[in-house]
T-cell receptor, first 114, second 116 residues
């Protein structure tokens, strides 16, 4: 399974865009990139996922490089409530059982500063 | 939708006691996952079920751990006997992913276990 590399921590000023990088240089052609976040003492929360194209939803944007070896999660206007650990995950191979599993790494601790 | 419901939220027990954690997945979801989170090891997948059948239990630490899913709306994770190193937050998650699909995981709020 492809592994990911993320910075351990980042700071972002409130109201500014938060750009969280992720390296996944060994990603294979059928593997998706997922982003989850975990606010303190809560369960992880899905943010967004993508395969090749850039994606945007109400929470964030996901920019995937053309070679798919890296991606960036963008929170356009960070708020204090966005302070959390952000996980970049490459989906494990399809299990063949109609299910899938996600392997979480250490993630990036994002601190949004007033 | 009530989301994934876990109980108990907090459990404090003594070494050697049996611990049972419970999970009710989101109605209609066909996959269920048990994760464990510690400071040292982060989030680890213990086991996951698809259509109530265990698919991969390679993450279960040892024979003291067992998980069941008797029906689509209920799962248990049991530790017997419990040890202090089992202290962690245990998360249950469910997914409605279709065959080969990419459904997201919905996590419960976790069960914080402390074994003294």
């Amino acid at each position: 399974d492809a592994k990911t590399t993320q910075p351990t921590s980042m700071d972002c000023a409130e109201g500014r865009a938060a750009n969280l990088p992720c390296n996944h240089s060994t990603i294979s052609g059928n593997e998706y990139v997922y982003w989850y976040r975990q606010i303190h003492s809560q369960g992880p929360q899905y943010i967004i996922h993508g395969l090749k194209n850039n994606e945007t939803n109400e929470m964030a944007s996901l920019i995937i490089t053309e070679d798919r070896k890296s991606s960036t999660l963008i929170l356009p206007h960070a708020t204090l409530r966005d302070t959390a650990v952000y996980y970049c995950i490459v989906r494990d191979s399809y299990s063949g059982a109609g299910s899938y599993q996600l392997t979480f790494g250490k993630g990036t601790k994002l601190s949004v500063i007033p | 939708d009530a989301g994934v419901i876990q109980s108990p939220r907090h459990e404090v027990t003594e070494m050697g006691q049996e611990v049972t954690l419970r999970c009710k997945p989101i109605s209609g979801h066909n996959s269920l996952f048990w994760y464990r989170q510690t400071m040292m090891r982060g989030l680890e997948l213990l086991i996951y079920f698809n259509n109530n059948v265990p698919i991969d239990d390679s993450g279960m630490p040892e024979d003291r751990f067992s998980a069941k899913m008797p029906n689509a709306s209920f799962s248990t994770l049991k530790i017997q006997p419990s040890e202090p190193r089992d202290s962690a937050v245990y998360f249950c998650a469910s997914s409605g992913g279709t065959l080969g699909g990419v459904g997201e995981l919905f996590f419960g709020e976790g069960s914080r276990l402390t074994v003294l």
